[in-house]
């Protein structure tokens, strides 16, 4: 049984025309990550949320932006899709106890932009 | 900058040998490290974690080797099988830093052949 669940697995969008990418989750888990992997690369994150907190990497684009209405959903929206955000979209998450915690992943969803 | 660096791309070992996986990093505040499997479709799957306080830790097939002076850790897959062909992230974190995240390195591509 799926226990985080990105949807779509593949979404294509035009440049510069607006997408969001959604992840769920029945684990009830309070933190949850958004990470990007492009082609051959580490996964890199891009923010995450402890609770309602949210946590935005210094590095992170404004273009790149995030929701969490509640515990289950989390959401990504770029604003303004560009050619170099083409990549897998991977959400993650993980309960509050972090010593001998581990992150769970969805199956990620591939963005393409046309 | 990367922290966590996995410095062979892919690894090729016959059916039945030790595969062995390396990954560096640079961060001395890293003191809790994993290791994830990750399918082509499918996002990543946790496989094994060690802490700074031990220098290895066994789980089957798979053994962790920690070597916190060199700032080295190594995945060894004995004996190697041809479902453990995937790529093959390392990751580390900072509990006692209080690091809410892994920071990935790029990760090894594992083929084992019959």
């Known amino acids: 049984d799926a226990m985080v669940i990105q949807n779509p697995r593949y979404q294509v969008t035009q440049f510069g025309k607006p997408v969001t990418l959604s992840c769920s989750q029945t684990l009830n888990h309070n933190v949850m990550y958004w990470y990007q992997q492009k082609s051959s690369q580490a996964p890199k994150l891009l923010f995450h949320y402890y609770d309602k907190d949210f946590n935005n990497e210094a590095d992170t684009p404004d273009n790149f932006q995030s929701r969490r209405p509640n515990t289950s959903f989390c959401f990504l929206d770029i604003r303004s899709p560009g050619l170099g955000d083409a990549a897998m979209y991977l959400c993650?998450?993980?309960?509050?106890?972090?010593?001998?915690?581990?992150?769970?992943f969805g199956s990620g969803t591939q963005l393409s932009v046309l | 900058d990367q922290q966590v660096k996995q410095n062979s791309p892919s690894l090729s070992v016959q059916e039945g040998r030790i595969s062995i996986l390396n990954c560096d990093y640079t961060n001395s505040m890293f003191d809790y490290f994993l290791w994830y499997k990750k399918y082509p479709a499918e996002g990543p799957t946790f496989l094994i974690s060690i802490s700074s306080i031990k220098d290895k830790n066994e789980d089957g097939r798979f053994t962790v080797f920690l070597n916190k002076s060199a700032k080295h850790l190594s995945l060894h897959i004995v004996p190697s099988q041809p479902g453990d062909s995937a790529v093959y992230f390392c990751?580390?974190?900072?509990?006692?830093?209080?690091?809410?995240?892994?920071?990935f390195g790029a990760g090894t591509r594992l083929a084992v052949h019959p």
């Open positions: 990751a580390a974190s900072s509990i006692s830093g209080g690091y809410n995240k892994l920071i």
């Open positions: 993650a998450t993980r309960g509050p106890n972090w010593a001998n915690e581990k992150l769970f």
